[in-house]
């Protein structure tokens, strides 16, 4: 009759049940995880990579980041394949609420918009007035690139070339090259052909590969750039964690978390400014 000595069976049920404790470890390590669908800028600027330890260390919530265009990122959120979604195009924000897919937006943090151009600025448009440039930029078909991909950038340089009086869609022409990438390609694309891009300053402050590029044109109040956050609506899509989503939330617009978004900075330069307790942003 086979029996197994008693400090096998001993052995072989630690070992079951250490199994077990590592299984329940990780299956718990899983549950603390969320999906944040969420802009370029906020990934390339390097704001993620410095906010999202933070966050980790005071929740104990594992942050997966979807980057993509602020158009995209509101369509991942609304095939209920994120939990959370980070942008900054309010009037697209605001239309994701409306058709129910957010239960509601909480504002957290502004910069703004900047021309970047060719240090020489061929264009002659270097200063404050945005819509000037872009009137000189179509007038002297001035090599421009557009990230032509319905991000919040994109978003908001359409709405200046309305704000400009140019139909843009009927009058680009060869200079204007549409590339359909994120801010970090877009502005590779105008370093290497000598062009003009509107950019994030985040992304601008964190990007290495200048070569002749320089702001040409900075502190137009038409070029603020503010992000907002929002949870994915549970009655649209039940699997979204909600208590862990909003925990994530609560985090970003609490005064803690505020202070880690102010506290992220680029050679001494900050990058972003939080303001979550302004209700109109």
Same mark, same amino acid.
């Given at each position: 009759?086979?029996?197994?000595?008693?400090?096998l069976?001993t052995?072989?049920i630690?070992?079951?049940?250490?199994?077990?404790?590592l299984?329940?470890?990780?299956?718990?390590?899983q549950?603390?995880?969320i999906v944040v669908? %969420?802009?370029?800028?906020?990934?390339?600027?390097?704001?993620?990579?410095? =906010?999202?330890?933070i966050?980790k260390?005071? =929740?104990?919530?594992t942050?997966?980041?979807?980057?993509?265009?602020?158009?995209?990122?509101l369509?991942?959120?609304?095939?209920?394949?994120?939990?959370?979604?980070?942008?900054?195009?309010r009037?697209?924000e605001?239309?994701?609420?409306?058709?129910?897919?957010?239960?509601?937006?909480?504002?957290?943090?502004?910069?703004?918009?900047?021309?970047?151009?060719?240090?020489?600025?061929?264009a002659?448009?270097?200063?404050n007035d945005?819509?000037?440039?872009?009137r000189?930029?179509?007038?002297?078909a001035?090599?421009f690139v557009s990230r032509?991909?319905?991000?919040?950038t994109?978003?908001a340089?359409?709405?200046l070339?309305?704000?400009?009086?140019?139909?843009i869609?009927?009058?680009?022409g060869?200079?204007?090259?549409e +590339?359909?990438?994120?801010?970090?390609?877009?502005?590779?694309?105008?370093s290497a052909s000598?062009?003009y891009?509107?950019?994030?300053?985040?992304?601008?402050?964190?990007?290495?590969?200048?070569?002749?590029?320089?702001?040409?044109?900075?502190?137009?109040?038409?070029?603020?750039?503010?992000?907002g956050?929002m949870?994915?609506?549970?009655?649209?899509?039940p699997h979204v964690?909600?208590? =862990?989503?909003?925990?994530?939330?609560?985090?970003?617009? %609490?005064?803690?978390g505020?202070?880690? +978004?102010?506290?992220?900075?680029?050679?001494?330069?900050q990058?972003?400014?939080?303001?979550?307790?302004?209700?109109?942003?």
């Amino acid at each position: 009759m086979n029996r197994w000595p008693q400090f096998l069976k001993t052995s072989v049920i630690a070992l079951l049940m250490t199994g077990a404790g590592l299984m329940v470890s990780q299956a718990s390590a899983q549950e603390k995880s969320i999906v944040v669908a %969420s802009t370029t800028s906020t990934q390339d600027s390097g704001l993620f990579g410095y =906010l999202l330890p933070i966050a980790k260390q005071k =929740l104990g919530i594992t942050v997966k980041v979807l980057a993509q265009g602020t158009g995209q990122a509101l369509d991942t959120a609304r095939r209920g394949d994120a939990d959370v979604v980070f942008v900054h195009a309010r009037s697209a924000e605001l239309k994701f609420l409306a058709e129910g897919f957010g239960v509601k937006r909480y504002p957290v943090m502004y910069n703004d918009f900047v021309l970047i151009g060719p240090n020489g600025d061929p264009a002659g448009v270097k200063g404050n007035d945005i819509v000037a440039a872009l009137r000189t930029l179509k007038a002297k078909a001035i090599p421009f690139v557009s990230r032509g991909d319905r991000s919040g950038t994109h978003i908001a340089e359409l709405a200046l070339w309305k704000v400009a009086a140019i139909d843009i869609a009927h009058d680009k022409g060869p200079w204007y090259k549409e +590339i359909g990438q994120g801010m970090g390609a877009a502005l590779n694309m105008a370093s290497a052909s000598n062009a003009y891009v509107l950019s994030d300053r985040g992304t601008w402050l964190a990007f290495k590969n200048r070569g002749d590029l320089a702001i040409l044109v900075e502190g137009d109040k038409r070029l603020f750039n503010q992000y907002g956050v929002m949870l994915v609506n549970p009655a649209k899509h039940p699997h979204v964690k909600q208590d =862990l989503g909003q925990q994530f939330i609560d985090w970003l617009i %609490s005064p803690e978390g505020q202070r880690a +978004i102010a506290g992220y900075k680029i050679d001494g330069q900050q990058l972003f400014y939080p303001n979550a307790d302004d209700p109109n942003a």
